[in-house]
């Protein structure tokens, strides 16, 4: 089983809490991720409450996020491409296409060095992956509502942001999903070290714990290595 910030057992302690799409979320890495993987649940980013960031030591990172509501509820801003228009309740909100990519650009803000080496080289950009999980829509429906309201080619979008919907969160998608970012390959990444690696933990560490907490922490063998 993939290992858990904060612990699985804690997290399942506030089942109550979590949304739809989150128990599903979270079930299914329990089930399918090892210890190679550690997954970061809900950390706390700059006041932003992302779902979940996964890394996997000297191979990435990747960011996903859930949106739980029905794109039907929604359309698009006419004034500005980046909100979304909640029809039922008649406000906009952030696209969480633009949020997610807020999200991965705050990394880049925060964790010292990186937006210089991603300046010296822009495959940096590539070590953290995203990922848009919409649970209560189907792929192809979340493929229509950008094609037919953000008048976007969805398969562009996807170069840069994976979607996955409540049809498509399976093994084989999931599996391929990490594969393209590099989570699972053939030899490790020469951008995401060990030194970049730890930085990245010890960051979402530290917007998840105390710095008690945080020495308090034990790291199993392979964490340590």
């Known amino acids: 089983m993939a290992i858990f910030y904060p612990p699985y057992e804690k997290i399942k302690e506030v089942e109550e809490t979590l949304t739809a799409g989150e128990k599903t979320l979270l079930v299914f890495l ?6 190679s993987f550690e997954i970061f649940f809900k950390p706390n980013i700059e ?48 696209s969480p296409l633009k949020q997610i ?7 880049y803000d925060y964790i010292p060095g990186l937006l210089y080496k991603y300046v010296q080289n822009r495959y940096y950009h590539t070590v953290f992956a995203c990922v848009l999980y919409f649970h209560a829509n189907t792929c192809q429906e979340v493929k ?20 996955l ?6 093994i084989q998608n999931f599996g391929e999903i990490l594969q393209n970012s590099y989570l699972l390959a053939n030899k490790e990444s020469v951008l995401f070290d ?3 690696y730890m930085e990245v933990k010890e960051y979402l560490l530290q917007k998840r714990y105390s710095r008690k907490e945080r020495k308090n ?8 290595n």
């Open 30 to 35: 329990e089930l399918h991720l090892d210890d």
């Open 47 to 94: 006041g932003n409450k992302l779902t979940c960031v996964i890394l996997r030591k000297n191979y990435g990172a990747l960011i996903i996020q859930i949106f739980d509501k029905e794109l039907k509820e929604y359309s698009a801003n006419p004034t500005n491409p980046l909100l979304w228009h909640d029809d039922l309740n008649n406000e906009n909100i952030l």
């Open 101 to 107: 990519s807020l999200y991965k650009d705050t990394f």
């Open 144 to 163: 229509n509502f950008i094609t037919t309201y953000l008048k976007k080619d969805a398969s562009k979008i996807e170069k840069k942001i994976k979607f």
């Open 165 to 170: 919907g409540k049809d498509s969160l399976s």
């Open 194 to 196: 060990e030194k970049l």
């Open 217 to 224: 922490i034990k790291l199993n063998a392979q964490q340590l």
